[in-house]
């Protein structure tokens, strides 16, 4: 029986079954071409218990985390929401900054630049050397509330625990809250970015649910989940980012601010405090699938040639989910080049350096990370020398 794996309880209704997939960052060799993949059930639910969104965890973290396709600073929007986040902290000369899950130093780094002490908590072997080659001090671990005593017994507890796109990525939500709860002062900040589901409901970003991604939060669901741990959510604010984020600022103690009550409300308006505002959700995803599919089967059939842009996790939900193959989208680019000459999970469709968009001048480009849309729309503006277009998929087909 599966069960909420915050709250315990065995109360979790449907909110959307993608089929069954591999794990979105495993992309392929050309060696492993004839090889089977294996694939996990991809089906979110809600528990109406505690309203955490959730998917079972049939991966570990281990599984993904070990050795990782995802470079954070390959994503030139990203870097500069970094270094706007530091640039707002109040950082003095014996302030003490740690992130968890600091990916290749696409955020210390500018701590660091400001010559403040900084620690990076990231388990990739590959991309935390990265960070180390930056200059960015980093130790490889999985954040649990063992690794944080270690933290803090070696460095000293944090002012400021940042947690970036990782509290979706662990199963053990309370062990992680937990670990946080141990490196942060009792006087300190914690601060977690995290997808909202909200807008993910809302704008149909259902290609943001994948295996890494354990559970998708509310600001309801995250007070509780931060509550089990020891801390307290203090603050909030509503981030553009990745189709609609939120920042959460916690303590060991405090009071919610008006802020926390306004996002609060409007969660419940959208119906997301009770099951009515997830019930429309599968038939949406549905639509948004028949569209692109409808789309690419057109093109193929007037003789129209349509490449992608980007290799991003979310890519690979929308493209194992719409059943698209090489004959309806002939490769993809990345500016990642750990990707080059490697293959999608699951559709398999190549994927070359970006250049090569230029170099083949198609009818179309689909653009997988969508919730880039800005910084890609100017980098992709050349498309339209040659009378290209940008494909967007979500939250609903549009072609520019």
């Known amino acids: 029986m599966i069960v909420c794996r915050l709250c315990g309880s065995g109360d979790l209704a449907s909110v959307v079954d993608l089929g069954a997939t591999p794990p979105c960052e495993r992309f392929l060799t050309a060696a492993q071409l004839d090889e089977s993949e294996t694939t996990y059930p991809l089906h979110l639910r809600v ?26 600073s390959y994503s030139t929007s990203w870097v ?16 003490f900054v740690v992130e968890v899950a600091s990916n290749d130093g696409y955020l210390l780094r500018h701590v660091v630049d400001r010559g403040v002490r900084c620690l990076g908590v990231e388990p990739s072997v590959n991309v935390g050397e990265a960070a180390r080659k930056r200059g960015v001090p980093t130790v490889t671990a999985f954040l649990t509330p063992e690794t944080a005593r270690q933290v803090v017994a070696e460095h000293g507890p944090a002012d400021y625990v940042v947690a970036n ?17 141990t490196l942060v002062a009792d006087d300190g900040w914690v601060s977690i970015e995290v997808q909202h589901l909200l807008t993910l409901i809302e704008g149909n970003q259902y290609d943001t649910i994948y295996h890494e991604h354990f559970q998708y939060y509310t600001v309801a669901s995250a007070q509780r989940a931060l509550a089990s741990g020891g801390l307290t959510l203090v603050d909030v604010e509503l981030l553009p980012t990745h189709g609609g984020s ?60 349509v490449v992608g842009y980007g290799a991003p996790g979310k890519g690979n939900t929308l493209l194992n989910h719409c059943g698209v193959r090489p004959d309806l ?42 919730n880039l849309r800005e910084e890609l729309a100017e980098q992709l503006s050349y498309v339209h020398e040659w009378g290209g277009r940008l494909v967007f998929p979500i939250p609903s087909l549009e072609v520019v």
């Open 246 to 305: 939120i920042r959460l600022w916690a303590r060991p103690s405090g009071e919610p601010s008006a802020r926390v009550a306004d996002v609060l409300a409007l969660e419940k308006a959208a119906g997301l405090h009770e099951i009515s505002g997830y019930i429309d959700f599968a038939a949406r995803v549905a639509k948004v699938r028949r569209d692109l599919l409808g789309f690419l089967v057109g093109a193929a059939e007037e003789g129209r040639t």
């Open 165 to 181: 796109n990782v509290y979706a990525h662990i199963p053990d939500v309370i062990g992680f809250t937990r670990g946080l709860r």
């Open 80 to 95: 500069e929401h970094a270094r706007a986040f530091v640039a707002g902290l109040e950082l003095k000369p014996d302030t």
């Open 329 to 370: 989208l002939a490769y993809t680019v990345d500016r990642n080049p750990y990707k080059h000459g490697r293959f999608t999970p699951g559709a398999r469709i190549p994927v070359f350096e970006p250049e090569r968009i230029a170099a083949d001048r198609p009818d179309y480009v689909l653009v997988l990370p969508w």
């Open 47 to 72: 528990c109406t218990a505690c309203w955490l969104a959730q998917i079972p965890p049939l991966i570990t973290p281990e599984d993904t985390f070990t050795d990782y396709a995802y470079f954070s």
